[in-house]
């Protein structure tokens, strides 16, 4: 037997959860499950909303476009956000949903934006980036919603992360050295210590603050190999690595 249902269709909900629950469906997501998925009523479905845990609810149709979801039974407890911080440059849009929506599947619990010397642009529609966040945890069968906090300015932003916190500085300008190495290097896999990632624009960081990163202790820098990778691409190699050496992929 699998050991995750991917035939029944998952949506987040904002409303507390428990057996017997009647959760009223926005317009939205009655469209989706009655007309683009061609649910029908008694159709299970699994809602989370990041605190209750993920529960089985059936489809019940209360108009032509609308429709409630019954709260039956509770299928998985609640876990914890991941304690694995992703800091990053913003992008432009399109590229922005991208990362932000791989950065969840690769299980980054705090999606942070930096602002740097040579970031693309300095609005960042936060609101679309919480919504990407929320699609990839629905797809992706994740129970809590990573934090999104509002863009800093690098310095802010490496003062927000806690002394004990490996910071994993992708800077291509280091030595072209093993990354899996240096990571095993830098902490114990066997009892890894908060992380956190920090990926720059694709300008690269100017040497003041490639310096001031480099500053701060418990600051590890690695290149990704001799390619040059755009910054979404560079997300999921970094986050891939990471995980796989002192995160839960290993």
């Given amino acids: 037997m699998p050991a995750y249902d991917f035939t029944a269709p998952r949506l987040f909900v904002a409303a507390d959860l428990?057996?017997?629950?009647n959760l009223p469906l926005d317009r939205a997501q009655a469209n989706y499950l009655l007309n683009v998925l061609r649910k029908g009523p008694d159709d299970p479905v699994l809602v989370f909303n990041g605190r209750d845990g993920e529960w089985r609810a059936r489809l019940v149709q209360t108009g032509r476009k609308s429709a409630d979801l019954q709260v039956a039974e509770r299928m998985r407890?609640?876990?914890p956000r991941p304690d694995l911080h992703y800091l990053f440059?913003?992008?432009?849009?399109?590229?922005?949903d991208y990362l932000a929506q791989k950065a969840v599947e690769m299980g980054?619990?705090?999606?942070?934006?930096?602002?740097?010397?040579f970031t693309q642009g300095e609005?960042?529609?936060m609101e679309r980036l919480r919504a990407n966040a929320v699609e990839a945890a629905e797809q992706c069968g994740i129970l809590a919603i990573p934090d999104c906090p509002e863009p800093e300015r690098l310095p802010r932003a490496l003062g927000s992360l806690t002394?004990?916190?490996?910071?994993?500085?992708?800077?291509?300008d280091a030595p072209v050295r093993?990354?899996?190495r240096a990571l095993r290097e830098a902490a114990d896999p066997s009892a890894p210590p908060p992380l956190a990632v920090l990926v720059g624009p694709e300008g690269g960081f100017s040497e003041e603050e490639r310096a001031l990163i480099r500053a701060r202790p418990n600051t590890l820098a690695i290149s990704l190999g001799p390619r040059i990778l755009r910054a979404d691409t560079a997300a999921v190699a970094v986050?891939?690595?990471?995980?796989a050496v002192l995160g839960d992929g290993r």
């Fill in 18 to 21: 428990a057996a017997g629950v």
């Fill in 77 to 79: 407890v609640q876990t």
């Fill in 89 to 96: 440059a913003p992008l432009k849009s399109a590229r922005l």
């Fill in 108 to 117: 980054a619990g705090t999606i942070r934006p930096v602002i740097t010397r």
């Fill in 123 to 125: 609005r960042v529609n």
């Fill in 163 to 172: 002394a004990e916190r490996v910071l994993v500085f992708c800077d291509e």
């Fill in 178 to 180: 093993d990354p899996v």
């Fill in 239 to 243: 986050l891939a690595l990471v995980q």
